[in-house]
């Protein structure tokens, strides 16, 4: 009997994981890569024309039409709802690695085996949960906060992205259109994120991101420049 083909559809913004996404599927009977895109624009082309099972996705992976982050994993998901999703990323952040979690149930890390892709996939396929060896051992970090205290685990989906996407450098406005929310929601996301962490200023959230990973700090500049509207 022959094995069940899976479909597969690549997306990462580096030619050089998209080439060893490849290779790493190329002697596998079971799974069949059907597609490759390096931003979200190529991406939902992609999977407007080719039948695809299961997507492996990077979470960063700026530039496109769709935005990407939650943003554009959620528009997949009600878009294409029989696609299944593994994400593939170096994100070392555990809030947003649990927030990823609830809603995608597959992630592998890029600094893991390539071989663990195979086995996402596989699990992704039959809406199974995967987390690579790396992933895991983040998600373990995780503790409850203590009485009286609160950590971005306490973060909403909605407001954690919305915290990334500020400290990454768009504004409220900017945010708003790539989130399609109004302006008045994002900034009451941001703002109450902002008080679940008790956290007063612009300047201290962004510094916030970088100290915990939600974004590399080389990717904002200096804190201390100028932050647009809120």
Do not use: W
């Amino acid at each position: 009997m022959n094995p069940v083909l899976i479909r597969v559809a690549v997306a990462d913004d580096h030619s050089a994981i998209l080439f060893g996404v490849k290779h790493e599927f190329a002697a596998s009977m079971a799974i069949s890569v059907d597609g490759l895109a390096r931003d979200s624009t190529g991406l939902i082309d992609l999977l407007d024309r080719t039948p695809i099972d299961v997507l492996v996705c990077d979470y960063a992976m700026p530039g496109g039409r769709y935005g990407d982050g939650m943003a554009l994993l959620t528009l997949i998901r009600q878009r294409y709802p029989h696609v299944r999703i593994v994400v593939l990323t170096m994100l070392e952040n555990p809030a947003i690695l649990q927030s990823l979690m609830a809603e995608v149930r597959c992630i592998v890390s890029k600094s893991d085996l390539m071989s663990h892709l195979s086995l996402a996939v596989h699990a992704a396929f039959v809406n199974g949960r995967y987390a690579s060896p790396a992933i895991e051992k983040l998600l373990r970090t995780i503790k409850p906060p203590r009485r009286g205290t609160c950590d971005a685990a306490t973060l909403s989906g909605r407001e954690l992205e919305v915290v990334r996407l500020f400290v990454s450098g768009l504004t409220v406005t900017e945010i708003a259109a790539q989130l399609h929310r109004s302006k008045k929601t994002v900034s009451t996301q941001k703002n109450t994120a902002m008080r679940k962490l008790n956290i007063a200023r612009d300047v201290d959230l962004v510094r916030y991101g970088m100290e915990t990973g939600i974004i590399p700090a080389v990717s904002r500049g200096s804190v201390d420049g100028p932050l647009g509207d809120s």
